[in-house]
């Protein structure tokens, strides 16, 4: 039981090939470049929620 309860470590996913893969998926053209600007945009949304 001790076995199954043991501490691990969790990191945070790296999510830009999530989301290229996502926009190819759905057929845009310059996915990396957008792929970017999200992870962007999601960096900065999560710093102001996290400010309330």
């Given at each position: 039981m001790q076995v199954l309860l043991r501490p691990c470590a969790?990191?945070?996913?790296?999510?830009?090939?999530?989301?290229?893969?996502?926009?190819?998926?759905?057929?845009?053209?310059?996915?990396?470049?957008?792929?970017?600007?999200?992870l962007l945009f999601a960096k900065l949304l999560k710093m102001q929620v996290s400010s309330l």
């Open positions: 969790m990191i945070q996913p790296d999510l830009q090939p999530y989301i290229e893969a996502t926009l190819l998926c759905h057929g845009y053209a310059h996915y990396s470049m957008w792929a970017q600007k999200l």
